[in-house]
């Protein structure tokens, strides 16, 4: 993942990300326990939580327990850092956030958290969710010093367009579910779903300097479906911009590694 302004001695860090769980169903915490198995294989220095836990209230009743316990097996070298997604707005989330604070995580409701690093610095940001207007990138970069490199969570990738102009070092962000359905030659039907573009819908791609990376996310919303667009979680390996191998636009043609299977 290029990262604009990572100090070369942090190079090499190694980050985990998964988003959009949808712990609607058993299948669906299957599935996530066997993405913490798969990313604690992977002995990842942060790992990054990007938001739509729940799809409603019920499920998050229901379910939140075993999220949470399923979450406390996290290993990673430095820590858990979580944000909220939409559907969070819409299921209590006052709740949820405490679910994930006592499974290690640490919550960022725009704001941001200082890492002190091979005697450099690192900051994560968090930024509320765009849709639900909880976002606050200005809140969210408040304590930011500049020439800070920061890597910035945000759920929704059009979140982009608001915090732009406080130079994120990178963006890690969900909620697209990669477009849900992948048609040959045609794409995804949902291709309005994001002001950026349709190119944003999954993987890596280039805006205005500094990259972003749309995860396709572990769940399903609605309906569970999904076409030529498979679960993920993302392992990144953090490298400077200006060492990051060309060329870089479009899809990532970095290793993704989503290989997630329901138990039988």
């Known amino acids: 993942m290029p990262v604009r302004r990572l100090p070369a001695v942090l190079s090499g860090l190694v980050a985990c990300q998964i988003s959009d769980f949808h712990v609607d169903r058993d299948e669906d915490l299957g599935r996530l326990e066997l993405a913490v198995e798969l990313i604690n294989r992977e002995r990842p220095d ?155 819908c999954a993987g890596l791609n280039l805006y205005d300097g500094f990259y972003i990376y749309t995860n396709r996310g572990l769940g399903t919303f609605w309906l569970p479906i999904r076409i030529n667009c498979r679960p993920e979680v993302s392992r990144f390996e953090l490298v400077p911009l200006h060492a990051a191998p060309a060329p870089l636009s479009g899809v990532s043609p970095l290793r993704r590694r989503s290989r997630i299977r329901r138990k039988r």
């Open 46 to 200: 942060l790992v990054f939580l990007t938001g739509d836990y729940f799809s409603d209230r019920q499920a998050s009743r229901h379910y939140l327990r075993p999220f949470a316990r399923a979450l406390r097996n996290l290993e990673p070298a430095i820590g858990v850092f979580a944000i909220a997604g939409n559907h969070d707005h819409w299921s209590s989330f006052d709740r949820i956030a405490e679910a994930l604070s006592s499974a290690g995580a640490v919550m960022l409701n725009n704001e941001s958290r200082r890492l002190a690093l091979r005697g450099k610095t690192l900051t994560i940001v968090g930024i509320d969710d765009l849709w639900t207007r909880h976002a606050d990138p200005a809140r969210a970069f408040k304590t930011v010093a500049p020439g800070d490199c920061t890597l910035v969570l945000a759920h929704n990738p059009d979140t982009a367009l608001y915090a732009r102009h406080f130079d994120p070092g990178a963006m890690f962000s969900g909620h697209t579910h990669g477009g849900v359905v992948q048609l040959p030659l045609y794409g995804t039907p949902f291709k309005r779903v994001l002001r950026l573009g349709k190119e944003f």
